[in-house]
């Protein structure tokens, strides 16, 4: 190789001598903490009013690791004189996270908006039957979702 | 003969203490080793930054927990090991470490026994090692421990050689086998009627330096040496099956090893405890440690940064160097040695 | 003056060759049958080779794979475009990415439907960072295989800015689930081109290093030169595919021959063979195609069109009827999906040809006679993926 002037083992030693000098990348984690992209797949959050049981996140999963269980209730009609609506009440949202591929699947096909990715990463457990998150939990993950961010340069 | 200690004491206690000194100084300067080089230097070769959080500052409690834990696992031995053995080798490897300590000098009168053969008892002792290591191996039941325990007597056994005529050249030069003898001849001598730096044997040995330094590395079955413990074809060779208080034992023999080598190294080529121009000996005992012990960290450093750098030779290549290049080597530089001694 | 061996009287002219007799006669050690793997550190995952050993040299070797068989082609049956896409990722998990393009290639193929000029380049782009990924960690992890410590920690320093591109454009780092049949699951986030540009800086700065570190180290190359000769004609016989038979000197790269796929046909670049068809050159190849690939790579940036990212897709998506083989050059070699399809949401039966299936192959006789350190060294420049060939 041109580049190389000294013999190879004394240019070696180059190398390591130079990279003991240049510092560590070491984040010590927990101590310190990188931020995730923005896009980061974390964890999967719910919004609960958008979501009306319509089971299409629950059938697209490839693992079956979400479980949704819904009932249908009578609601006042809007008019007077008008018809009895009828809205899906949602009573059972988990995500069993120790199934769960982190795809992307379910937040893409729900045509309503109520799952969002957001990049928190820090809800490991001790146990791995405590990794089975209900709606309420779901629910708290809204507040870490980010704002979408601005797209390159000739995207549309 | 100036007295050490401030009190008299019999020959019995002299000896008892002495005996704990070295006990102490094997796994303390394996310690030191291991954490400094092991752990610091090799993380940031490596861009990472080792432990930190052991102790509070940079990890430094890390390698003492080490040992606390492994003094507390459960002691497990193949159901097919042959059992005396397979318990007796790392005994005989550490052995072999400490009895090299009784001739290493580190002040004008802190020897444990100044043999009159000091260097030819250190190097025969230490190669007391290579039995310790087909114990191990064999009575492992294993066929990667047996790989690894061939791999190693061979090559432990072929850089013998080159690591004596290293240190024959040494011996020529200071006419005396005494380490004692050989520190005080580097300090007292003369290089070109300059006495400043009194006559460091690396200037006139520096091809015995460089022959004594890759025999270490290969007597240490370091990289790129290390074919006998290829991490990543026999894991760990005849150390596989050893865990626990046993493998501690084995690294403080490694470390305890490489902490004696550097130690003769920097005693035979660099000086040794001996400050030249420095004729106070109450003050030499008390810095002659301190002394030695930077100029060994020098002779680590260079031991560990080839180790981190290099890959490793095959073992038929090892050989190869061993018996075609450096065995003349070392023949050479003893007959030019010699040569120039006698006539000049 | 004459002997005696037992009642026979032995001449003296015949003793000398008796002499000479005893000493020709080798030392008869039995073969020792030794298990290298499944569990290994050398063996890059589950593979298990069984050598048998003469002393250090290997008499026989046997690969035993499956120990990580998933049932790939059996997953697939039962799932959508979409969740095949996403279990795909995880044959080849280094460069995941590029598992995914063939696929989708081959469904867009059944549907006739054109990914749209930037969603081609973007998915040209991404395959070239998994590619650099996959190799930066080879090029780091040969080191440590032939026992140098600090090369893997360099390559996998390094390799951290390429996986974080690859996690602000796709959102997971190893498996990007990007691909969607039409085009891509979003665009670039803002910034995305900068950073990309000076990552490669950093991955040619990572090059040299390695090239400085290793490759003119004088031990590597005593442990890589002539180990594990590849012929060409043989190599391509057993399947062998990638930059492995490039190393050969055969200069065959589906990039440029097979049938044109992403952006390929528009870019300028150079196809790196070597003629020793050794470790070394293994070694080589892949370094240079490392560089070759960032150089691509900022190709692709400076030619990247605007325009939408995805194209008219139906909401439900249905393949028609029919079959399709696409094959592709992956980071690890010859990748190539058969899709049967029945006009369902599904594909009906997907044959997955994996490149480090048939590399594996050759091992029975490339081990012939190599000593057990060079086996290690061998299968280190082979470079195969266990999920590669397990499925």
């Not at chain 1, 070696?12 to 240049?22: A, D, I, Q, R, S």
């Not at chain 2, 025999?215 to 099956?241: I, K, N, R, W």
């Not at chain 3, 190599?235 to 492995?244: E, T």
């Not at chain 3, 899709?339 to 039966?349: E, H, L, Q, V, Y």
Request: net charge negative; proline share 6%.
């Amino acid at each position: 190789m041109a580049r190389m002037k000294l013999p190879g083992l004394v240019g070696g030693l180059g190398v390591t001598f130079k990279n003991m000098l240049k510092g560590a990348v070491t984040v010590q984690y927990p101590h310190e903490k990188e931020d995730p992209p923005t896009r980061a797949r974390g964890v999967i959050a719910l919004k609960e009013e958008n979501c009306t049981v319509c089971m299409l996140c629950a059938r697209q999963c490839p693992d079956w690791c979400i479980y949704i269980e819904g009932h249908k209730e009578k609601r006042p009609p809007r008019r007077e004189g008008g018809r009895e609506r009828t809205v899906s009440v949602l009573d059972r949202f988990d995500i069993d996270y120790a199934l769960c591929m982190y795809c992307g699947i379910c937040v893409e096909v729900c045509p309503f908006d109520a799952l969002f990715w957001s990049p928190d990463f820090e809800y490991s457990e001790a146990n791995i039957a405590d990794l089975l998150h209900d709606k309420a939990k779901l629910g708290e993950w809204m507040e870490t979702v980010p704002e979408p961010e601005p797209l390159e340069e000739g995207a549309e | 003969m100036i007295p050490t200690l401030a009190v008299e004491v019999g020959w019995g206690t002299t000896l008892a203490l002495k005996t704990l000194i070295v006990l102490g100084l094997v796994p303390f300067g394996a310690l030191v080793l291991g954490y400094t080089f092991l752990l610091k230097m090799m993380s940031h070769m490596q861009s990472r930054l080792g432990p930190m959080d052991p102790g509070g500052f940079h990890g430094w409690y890390q390698l003492i927990g080490d040992g606390l834990k492994f003094i507390q696992k459960e002691d497990v031995m193949p159901a097919k090991a042959d059992r005396r053995v397979f318990a007796l080798a790392p005994a005989v490897v550490v052995v072999s470490t400490f009895l090299v300590f009784v001739v290493l000098p580190a002040g004008p009168e802190l020897v444990v026994s100044d043999l009159d053969v000091g260097v030819f008892y250190a190097l025969a002792v230490s190669s007391l090692s290579v039995v310790g290591v087909l114990m191990a191996g064999w009575a492992s039941a294993n066929k990667f421990a047996l790989l690894g325990a061939l791999r190693a007597a061979a090559q432990l056994i072929a850089y013998e050689l080159p690591l004596l005529l290293a240190v024959v050249g040494v011996v020529i030069q200071a006419d005396s086998m005494s380490l004692q003898g050989i520190v005080s001849a580097q300090a007292n001598g003369e290089i070109f009627g300059i006495g400043l730096i009194g006559n460091p044997f690396i200037l006139t040995q520096f091809v015995g330096f460089a022959l004594f330094l890759v025999a270490a590395q290969a007597e240490l079955t370091q990289a790129p040496f290390d074919m006998p413990v290829a991490e990543s074809e026999l894991v760990a060779g005849y150390m596989v099956e050893y865990t626990g208080f046993r493998f501690l034992f084995f690294f403080i023999g490694e470390f305890g090893t490489a902490f004696a080598f550097s130690a003769l190294a920097a005693t035979l080529f660099l000086g040794g405890w001996a400050v030249p121009g420095l004729d106070n000996e109450g003050l030499s005992t008390v810095i002659g440690p301190a002394v030695l012990f930077a100029k060994l960290m020098a002779v680590a450093f260079l031991m560990f940064w080839v180790r981190f750098t290099y890959p490793r030779l095959r073992e038929d290549q090892l050989q190869t160097l061993a018996w075609k290049y450096l065995i003349p080597i070392g023949l050479a530089n003893i007959l030019v040695t010699g040569a120039l001694k006698v006539w000049i | 003056m004459s002997a005696r061996a037992g009642d026979v009287e032995i001449a003296p002219e015949d003793l000398r060759h008796l002499a000479d007799a005893q000493l020709n006669v080798e030392l008869d050690t039995g073969d020792m049958v030794l298990n290298l793997g499944p569990q290994h550190p050398a063996t890059h995952g589950t593979l298990r080779l069984v050598v048998r050993l003469d002393g250090e040299r290997v008499i026989a070797a046997d690969p035993v794979i499956g120990y990580m068989h998933r049932g790939y082609e059996k997953l697939t049956e039962f799932r959508t475009y979409p969740q095949v896409t996403t279990l795909i990722n995880r044959i080849d998990w280094l460069s995941s990415f590029a598992n995914e393009v063939p696929f989708i290639w081959g469904a867009e193929q059944l549907m006739e439907i054109e990914a749209p000029p930037r969603a081609v380049h973007i998915r040209t782009i991404l395959t070239e960072l998994s590619r650099i990924a996959t190799f930066l960690l080879f090029l780091g992890e040969m080191g440590l295989q032939v026992g140098a410590l600090t090369p893997p920690f360099l390559g996998f320093r390094d390799r951290e800015h390429v996986l974080n591109l690859i996690e602000a454009a796709t959102g997971g780092r190893f498996h990007p689930n990007f691909n969607r049949i039409g085009g891509l699951k979003d665009d670039l986030p803002w910034g995305w081109i900068g950073e990309t540009r000076d990552t490669m800086r950093i991955v040619f700065d990572a090059c040299n290093t390695l090239e400085d570190l290793l490759m003119g180290n004088e031990i590597f190359e005593l442990r890589t030169r002539s180990i594990g000769i590849i012929p060409g004609e043989l190599g391509a016989g057993y399947g062998v595919s990638g930059s492995n038979l490039r190393a050969s000197g055969v200069d065959w790269d589906l990039r440029r021959d097979g049938t044109p796929y992403l952006a390929y046909p528009e870019l300028d670049f150079k196809v790196w063979t070597h003629s020793d068809g050794d470790s070394y050159a293994r070694y080589w190849v892949r370094l240079q195609e490392t560089r070759e690939s960032a150089r691509m790579v900022i190709q692709l940036l400076d030619q990247l069109p605007s325009g939408p990212i995805m194209a008219k897709v139906p909401r439900i998506i249905k393949v028609p009827e029919g079959e399709v083989w696409t094959e592709t050059e992956n980071p690890l070699g010859q990748m190539g999906y058969y899709i049967f399809s029945k006009g369902a949401t599904g594909p009906f039966r997907t044959k997955i040809r994996s490149a480090s299936f048939s590399n594996v192959s050759i091992l029975p006789w490339l081990l012939r006679g190599v000593y057990v350190p060079d086996v290690i060294t061998i299968l280190a420049s082979l470079y195969f993926i266990l999920g590669d060939i397990d499925r």
